[in-house]
């Protein structure tokens, strides 16, 4: 790769993992502190802990009904197929390394099944009744029709199926996408193409490639994508057909539009440049952390204190040298002791008595502590200096971290901390979810594009009952735009949340049952600030309005002023309803 990026993602990987042990004289007193994985294990569940709740709004009138099933089916699958884990890892490297590369795509496979034994009574059932059918419109050749006992033995014994119809999303290792070098973006990107790996055996049985392509691949063993642990077994370690490999690249021309797979070393396409088979183009998401201008790929969040990790590593190391140079030691007489004084001299015991050998040596000659100079606190201090330098680098606070700062601080204090951090947060919060919903609208392409069949989605009701909705592409055809709702992915604060619904009651708590229904806003503290699923079960059914005639008071008491629109579901005296809530919205 250019500008040695592989070489720079390989050592932000070894800081996570904690393995950059500093440059020192005593090799034996190296340490590490692995500020690095704290620092990313602080950020990565903030922005990607929960599954998103992703909403689809029309771009047109007429796609407003699709837009709701669009909704809950993409939310169903981003749960069903697993798609958060894969972003997950995207999002890993994104912290990491600067970027991460989420890939979407499409699987429909057949596959030949046994036919179960109503499947088989139905199958001859069906043919019988087409050969009489035959026979008795065709009287002249009913002897040429088989008979039951033909039938029986001409039945199908397998059925073809379709085994996989679906969309799914995988995590692509960013050491494995290649970019035009020419590009900033991806947006002004000619040219994108992927690097797989694969078995022999399996690129020679796989049917998508041609068949004079596939039988000519030869392996290549390429293992730079490979860590070097696992390098040594695949270039020396056997030569079982079943580990060699073969290096596949997957060409797309955004420029072009068009798509092509060749093998390394190879003579000719696997897949020859044909149009692009998806409809919005190349498959690939990009997940872009601190971008830097005029260069295509992002700085990640351990770049900018790599060399304040180092620093800090080479404090600690050096510390454990010096406290061992500043060890006490003390002068004595070997003449004074013998083997047992010595050992008892050396002992660790508390209250142990030293027998003097040589009672001509003046006990207070006989051991002498050596002067040491103390060690300097300043080198103590200058870790915490360091350490200080990496929070404020890395924007990750103290409090993040759960710790309990020395100083105290006043409410506000902390606040206007607190906010600080939030606000760099958000930042990346959006760009986690801008990617999240790019996927998904890529997912609902695909399905629009090569769902064959019906499907079906599990949807949570408004009395939080599930219900199966069967769809087809037609249901989710249209054009939408697909956003995150806003910090549905973070984790949820239980003492945060229930704070923030108080105070919302306090703030909206005179409007409630005039121009807010106090039923909706007891639900909403309820599901969102005390986490309960299922808030109706609680409410009161809605006690019906008594006729004015039957209570004897003039129209305009209870019923309102008279010609007044009465309350939802009753009619006024004309029989025409009054307020009537639309289908299906609780009250």
């Given at each position: 790769?250019?500008?040695?990026?592989?070489?720079?993602?390989?050592?932000?990987?070894?800081?996570?993992?904690?393995?950059?042990?500093?440059?020192?004289?005593?090799?034996?007193?190296?340490?590490?502190?692995?500020?690095?994985?704290?620092?990313?294990?602080?950020?990565?569940?903030?922005?990607?802990?929960?599954?998103?709740?992703i909403t689809v709004q029309p771009t047109h009138p007429e796609d407003e009904e699709r837009a709701v099933i669009t909704e809950a089916v993409t939310n169903y699958n981003w749960k069903h197929f697993n798609f958060q884990d894969e972003v997950r890892l995207a999002i890993k490297d994104y912290l990491i390394i600067g970027h991460g590369w989420i890939k979407c795509g499409y699987s429909y496979k057949e596959g030949q099944v046994p036919l179960s034994g109503e499947d088989k009574v139905a199958a001859y059932d069906e043919l019988t009744a087409q050969a009489d059918e035959f026979a008795a419109l065709n009287p002249d050749m009913a002897g040429?029709?088989?008979?039951?006992?033909?039938?029986?033995?001409?039945?199908?014994?397998?059925?073809?199926?379709?085994?996989?119809?679906?969309?799914?999303?995988?995590?692509?290792?960013?050491?494995?996408?290649?970019?035009?070098?020419?590009?900033?973006?991806?947006?002004?990107a000619r040219w994108v193409c992927q690097r797989i790996i694969r078995p022999l055996e399996d690129v020679r049985r796989d049917e998508r490639y041609k068949p004079s392509a596939r039988a000519k691949v030869q392996a290549d063993m390429d293992t730079d994508h490979i860590r070097e642990e696992q390098r040594s077994y695949l270039k020396h370690g056997n030569n079982d057909p079943d580990d060699q490999r073969v290096t596949i690249w997957e060409w797309h021309d955004i420029k072009n539009d068009t798509f092509a797979?060749?093998?390394?070393?190879?003579?000719?396409?696997?897949?020859?440049?044909?149009?692009?088979?998806?409809?919005?183009?190349?498959?690939?998401?990009?997940?872009r952390n601190y971008d830097v201008p005029d260069y295509f790929y992002p700085m990640g969040d351990l770049e900018a204190i790599e060399p304040l990790i180092d620093e800090l590593n080479k404090t600690r190391s050096i510390s454990i040298g010096v406290r061992k140079k500043f060890a006490r030691k003390y002068l004595y007489q070997p003449e004074a002791f013998n083997s047992t004084g010595r050992q008892a001299l050396e002992s660790d015991v508390d209250n142990t008595f030293v027998p003097v050998a040589n009672p001509s040596i003046p006990l207070s000659e006989t051991v002498i502590a050596l002067p040491s100079t103390p060690v300097p606190p300043e080198l103590f201090e200058h870790s915490e200096t360091v350490e200080k330098d990496i929070g404020d680098v890395s924007g990750v606070s103290e409090y993040q971290r759960g710790q309990v700062p020395e100083t105290r601080r006043t409410a506000t204090e902390?606040?206007?901390?607190?906010?600080?951090?939030?606000?760099?947060?958000?930042?990346?919060?959006?760009?986690?979810?801008?990617?999240?919903?790019?996927?998904?609208?890529?997912?609902?392409?695909?399905?629009?594009?090569?769902?064959?069949?019906?499907?079906?989605?599990?949807?949570?009701?408004?009395?939080?009952?599930?219900?199966?909705?069967?769809?087809?592409?037609?249901?989710?055809?249209?054009?939408?735009?697909?956003?995150?709702?806003?910090?549905?992915?973070?984790?949820?604060?239980?003492?945060?949340?229930?704070?923030?619904?108080?105070?919302?009651?306090?703030?909206?708590?005179?409007?409630?049952g005039t121009v807010i229904d106090p039923a909706a806003m007891a639900q909403h503290v309820m599901k969102y600030g005390f986490g309960i699923q299922n808030p109706q079960q609680f409410m009161m059914p809605q006690m019906p309005m008594m006729d004015p005639s039957m209570t004897g008071e003039e129209p305009g008491g209870v019923g309102g002023p008279q010609g007044a629109p009465m309350g939802p579901g009753f009619e006024d005296e004309n029989g025409t309803p009054g307020n009537m809530l639309p289908e299906g919205m609780m009250f």
């Open positions: 790769m250019m500008e040695g990026y592989d070489e720079l993602w390989e050592r932000m990987i070894d800081l996570y993992r904690g393995r950059c042990l500093p440059t020192v004289e005593s090799v034996e007193d190296r340490i590490v502190v692995n500020v690095a994985f704290g620092t990313i294990n602080v950020i990565y569940p903030s922005v990607s802990v929960n599954y998103p709740k040429d029709v088989a008979d039951n006992s033909e039938i029986a033995q001409a039945l199908p014994q397998t059925e073809t199926v379709v085994l996989e119809d679906q969309p799914w999303v995988e995590r692509i290792s960013p050491f494995d996408v290649f970019v035009d070098p020419e590009a900033t973006t991806l947006n002004d797979v060749y093998a390394e070393g190879g003579t000719e396409f696997l897949v020859d440049p044909k149009k692009s088979p998806y409809d919005f183009g190349h498959p690939f998401v990009m997940v902390a606040s206007i901390i607190s906010d600080s951090v939030n606000a760099r947060s958000a930042d990346k919060l959006a760009q986690v979810e801008i990617a999240i919903s790019r996927t998904a609208r890529r997912v609902v392409q695909l399905q629009q594009q090569f769902m064959t069949r019906d499907q079906v989605a599990r949807v949570a009701g408004p009395d939080g009952a599930l219900y199966w909705v069967p769809y087809n592409a037609e249901d989710i055809r249209g054009e939408f735009d697909f956003e995150v709702e806003a910090g549905s992915t973070q984790p949820m604060n239980e003492t945060v949340r229930r704070q923030t619904a108080t105070a919302l009651m306090q703030a909206l708590g005179p409007f409630i």
